[in-house]
């Protein structure tokens, strides 16, 4: 999963975005409102988080934008501001949810996945295909009833390619989604980390849930589909 944080403030910024990396979120950061509504604009983000109070652009600015311009991102206000009429009229303005600084990391994850899952219509931390299960929550997989062990980007591409079962990945959807915008669009990395988790999930099991669909991605789903 992918979230973008607008946040100007550094060290709030820095604390969030290694608290949903530990969650084993993609996170991209912007310092202000109209960097981060370019990010919104031009990228496929599962969720946004952001502050009220930027430089260039306020948070309700960037959330009655994205909304007037149909983007449907799930957005989470992170604010200082308490008061009722606030979190109404970020609401009204098309927020999704409303927390207020400080916070606990643990709190902000939890809220995160509830908007996703609405987004997704998944009513579950759960997901399954064909005795493969990934708990998004407690960071296991198994297979028929077999734990499999994990590297952190490997549950993530994982993770990415259930949520899209049947869906062809084009290389670069999985580089943009389970990487940081700073990822290298020519490296081979993409292609590695398919290696290790196919080897993982794939080589002492049937059917085969990963296939290569040549000269453009990858495709998560049964052999006999």
């Known amino acids: 999963m992918k979230v973008l944080i607008i946040e100007d403030e550094k ?7 290694k608290g949903l990396e530990a969650e084993r ?14 990010l919104a604009k031009i990228n496929d983000y599962d969720c946004v988080v952001m502050d009220i109070m930027m430089p260039k652009k306020t948070g309700l600015q960037v959330c009655e934008e994205l909304r007037k311009e149909k983007h449907k991102v799930p957005i989470l206000i992170l604010s200082v501001k ?17 927390l207020i600084k400080p916070f ?4 902000l994850v ?6 996703i899952r609405r987004k997704a219509t998944i009513q579950s931390n759960v997901l399954k295909l064909n005795g493969l299960t990934l708990d998004t929550i407690t960071n296991k997989v ?3 009833d077999k734990p499999i062990s994990l590297r952190r980007k490997e549950f993530m591409l994982l993770e990415y390619m259930m949520r899209n079962p049947g869906v062809t990945l084009t290389r670069s959807m999985i580089l943009e ?8 669009p020519f490296t081979n990395t993409v292609d590695v980390h398919v290696r290790y988790l196919r ?10 849930l990963i296939h290569t669909i040549h000269g453009v991605g990858y495709k998560l789903m049964d052999e006999d589909e």
């Open 11 to 17: 060290e709030i910024a820095s604390f969030t975005k």
């Open 25 to 38: 979120f993609t996170v991209d950061t912007a310092p202000d409102g109209e960097k981060g509504l370019y």
């Open 82 to 98: 308490s008061e009722i009429q606030d979190k109404v009229t970020a609401l009204n303005l098309g927020a999704d949810d409303y």
């Open 104 to 107: 606990a990391i643990e709190e």
């Open 110 to 115: 939890a809220r995160i996945r509830s908007l």
């Open 142 to 144: 198994w297979r028929n």
């Open 177 to 184: 989604h389970v990487w940081d915008m700073n990822a290298d």
């Open 199 to 208: 080897n993982k999930i794939d080589m002492d099991f049937y059917p085969k």
